[in-house]
């Protein structure tokens, strides 16, 4: 029997781990702060991309085995700032079954006065509220509030060991990717949904068709295809898209390519 649960994982995780080991290759070999500095910008990109799988394994656990799966939680949290569960409360228990209400949605992307926000606004906004309003979803969900207490705890437990160790590559390596991980992550989901106010899950996001976009984020792109049937595993988006294209409005459509659709 195979570790994975899908086999369409096994690519993505032995590239995402193989990013993970040169970050603690960097960690032991670079102390030079320009190198650094160099290391931890030239691999925003990377880590922003991994933080569209760390999206998936949240939605649908990558391995068989919780223990596994939790293994993966820390390398995802190191990465891209994201600790253990806190996009399940936040995303899968919250997002999703909030994002057609602007008033309840944990990434809304509307202001209090009930304007659209600017993208920076938005992305700040979400970045410094995640972990409070995954927190608050949590007071529903006890059991997934508990593994993102605990698995919190261990990615600051490891993280500070980290920065007893070797404090300058660690800020680098560690601690400032996954701010900016973070911010990365919600700068890109503004291109979802903001501006479409509406009432029904074929009219609510952009799908981003651009076949770079959809094979370096799992398909992402397919965006009302994952709220329509959020379990589904991302190498099932494509089909399920095709089945339910005629219900998607021809505007919500985007056919522009990685970078243009990222700064949309």
Known sequence: MTLFKYREDRIPVLIISLFFALDIFAYFLLHNIWLLLAYWLIMIWPKGIICAWNHHHQHSPTFRYTFLNSL???????????????????????????????????????NKNGKTMGRTRYSLDVMLTAYYRAFQVGKKHPRPLKTFLIGSMVTLLMLAILL?????????????????SLFFTAWVTYAHHAGL????????????????????????????????????????????????????????????????????
């Open 72 to 110: 993966l939680d820390q390398v995802y949290a190191l990465q891209t700032g994201a600790t253990s569960k806190l996009w399940v409360l936040h995303h899968v228990l919250g997002h999703h079954h909030h994002y057609l209400d602007q008033s309840k949605d944990e990434s809304r992307w509307k």
């Open 164 to 180: 007893w160790y070797h404090p300058l590559p660690a800020i680098f390596c560690f601690v400032l990717p996954m701010i900016s």
């Open 197 to 264: 106010d509406v009432d029904n899950d074929f009219e609510a996001s952009y799908n981003i068709m651009s076949p770079i976009y959809n094979m370096l984020t799992g398909n992402l792109g397919y965006h009302t295809a994952h709220h329509h049937k959020q379990g589904l595993h991302w190498s099932r988006l494509p089909a399920l898209h095709e089945k339910i294209r005629d219900r998607i409005p021809e505007r919500l459509f985007l056919t522009e390519h990685l970078g243009s659709s990222l700064l949309r």
